[in-house]
């Protein structure tokens, strides 16, 4: 399995970016996505996960109301929406896929519970 995002990049205060993820190999349709940010010397955190039914979404509170994440099952591929970008959320971005999970309303929220990640896509927000 596979996953390769793409969408990062350099965006003013208040604009728009949106994420996408790939996923090549095993059965998208059953995975649990999530999107993690880790900024220069801090620790990865969660920031959106949606269930492999794609019902269920949660978002960090951090960026409630500003990120949505979604998922195209046709297309192997999950997204995450960014409006209102702040300097703070300047990271690099990691999408992330569970294989695990049977609920279709589950959210995995914690890193150790994904089985494959990408490789990263920087977001820089200037203030």
């Known amino acids: 399995v596979q996953l390769q995002a793409s969408g990062g990049g350099l965006v003013q205060a208040g604009g728009s970016l949106r994420l996408s993820c790939v996923v090549s190999?095993?059965?998208?349709?059953?995975?649990?996505m999530g999107w993690f940010r880790q900024a220069p010397g801090k620790e990865r955190e969660f920031v959106a996960g949606?269930?492999?039914?794609?019902?269920?979404?949660f978002e960090a509170d951090s960026v409630k109301g500003r990120f949505t994440i979604s998922k195209d099952n046709a297309k192997n591929t999950v997204y995450l929406q960014m409006n209102n970008l702040k300097p703070e959320d300047t990271a690099v971005y990691y999408c992330?896929?569970?294989?695990?999970?049977?609920?279709?309303?589950?959210?995995?929220?914690?890193?150790?519970?994904?089985?494959?990640w990408g490789q990263g896509t920087q977001v820089t927000v200037s203030s």
């Open positions: 992330a896929a569970d294989q695990s999970v049977v609920g279709h309303t589950l959210v995995t929220l914690n890193e150790v519970g994904y089985d494959y």
């Open positions: 190999g095993g059965t998208f349709s059953k995975y649990v």
């Open positions: 949606i269930s492999w039914s794609g019902v269920s979404t």
